[in-house]
């Protein structure tokens, strides 16, 4: 065999750049690589026993070029995105070649090959920067975690990024009412409760309701139904791959399944109104949601009262604090049908909303949380 080749498995294409280029002269090698980019939903071009065409080179998202072949490549041109794939990891002469042909990574089958799978269907999906994940919980209930939590994903939609609503928690009554979407088809929580291994971000995207730009994962009105931490990180992950702005609403309690959504957040917000006895309840609250999410924030919910200020607050938990929250009567009126929390733009909840994406999110698109 000699030349490029299409291989005989055919995998399910997933939308995205293309798959990896595979550079080898190892026909056991090339089963393993072939059988990794199926797993990962994607078909590669192959060059076998020949050096690759400098446009193939250039042009595929990912390079897997055979311990055995890097001698094929010494010439090509340096690039971003090479991996040495070697059997061996007592061989010197793998490291010493990755170094040769500018590798990013040397690895090793069947150590690596977890790691391979989602390195080549990152490539296969177009994935970026992940997400940026924030957290909401409400410090009692009733604390308007949930309100809070459809304003800064309605905000962030606004602005034109891509963002996802998750609805966390089983016994809230479901996001998707609070945005008016109940109605709107899509998948909810049920129908992903089996989700095991990588779930394909795009498709996750389009399967969900969606409003205009805003996709929301949410609950039925059926039975409560147990999701694990299985489905948890799956889904999760794959909304995370999907880049923009990912918000979960979460429930005060941390089982297992609340301890994987925690690990993959990147900063939680902590809705605690100015009551002594919300204070008590939140500090609870923050104690075991702190156990998994270093980055936990306070925001105060007025009314204040002359004892207990925004600052009060966050110094009475011991968490640094986000903002405030003032009474804001609109968003009653708003709440009963004239549209999502948010959504207008204006009030003490949309200016929170948009101070705190203007800082975790600026214009340059890394997130400085």
């Known amino acids: 065999m000699a030349g490029s080749k299409t291989p005989d498995r055919r995998p399910t294409v997933m939308e995205g750049p293309g798959g990896p280029l595979i ?15 199926a797993a990962a939903g994607t078909e590669p071009e192959v060059v076998f026993t020949a050096p690759p065409r400098a446009t193939s080179w250039d042009n595929a998202p990912l390079v897997l070029v055979g311990a055995e072949s890097a001698a094929r490549v010494r010439g090509a041109a340096r690039r971003k995105g090479v991996l040495l794939v070697g059997r061996d990891l007592d061989d010197a002469e793998v490291w010493r070649r990755g170094v040769e042909v ?29 997400a940026l994940t924030v957290g909401v919980v409400g410090g009692r209930g009733g604390a308007g975690a949930s309100t809070l939590a459809c304003a800064l994903a309605v ?61 929301v994962l949410s609950w039925d009105r059926g039975d409560s139904v147990l999701i694990p931490p299985q489905a ?9 791959r999907r880049g923009g702005v990912v918000v979960v609403d979460m429930p005060r309690r941390v089982d297992d399944t609340v301890a994987e959504t925690l690990a993959q957040i990147d900063v939680g917000l902590l809705v605690v109104p100015a009551e002594l006895r919300a204070v008590a309840a939140a500090t609870r609250v923050a104690a075991a949601v702190s156990m998994v999410l270093k980055d936990l924030r306070i925001v105060v919910r007025g009314p204040f009262g002359s004892a207990l200020d925004d600052s009060e607050v966050a110094r009475l938990i011991g968490l640094p604090l986000a903002g405030q929250l003032p009474p804001e009567p609109a968003l009653t009126d708003a709440l009963s049908g004239t549209g999502p929390p948010g959504s207008s733009g204006r009030g003490p909840l949309a200016r929170f909303c948009t101070a705190f994406l203007a800082q975790a999110l600026p214009s340059g698109g890394s997130v400085t949380v």
Do not use: Q
Not at 177 to 202: C, F, Q, Y
């Open 232 to 240: 948890m990180r799956s889904v999760l992950g794959a909304a995370r």
């Open 102 to 130: 500018g590798a990013d990574h040397v690895l090793c089958l069947p150590d690596a090959e977890s790691w391979l799978v989602d390195r080549i269907a990152d490539v296969a999906e177009g994935v970026t920067e992940p």
């Open 23 to 37: 550079v080898t002269e190892d026909e056991s090698l090339l089963d393993d690589l072939l059988r990794l980019c």
């Open 155 to 215: 905000t962030a939609a606004r602005t034109g990024r891509r963002t996802m609503l998750v609805d966390g928690d089983p016994l809230g009554g479901g996001l998707d009412i609070l945005l008016g979407a109940e109605r709107t088809g899509g998948l909810r929580w049920p129908d992903l409760a089996d989700s095991r291994g990588r779930v394909n971000s795009g498709a996750l995207e389009e399967s969900l309701p969606r409003l205009d730009s805003l996709s």
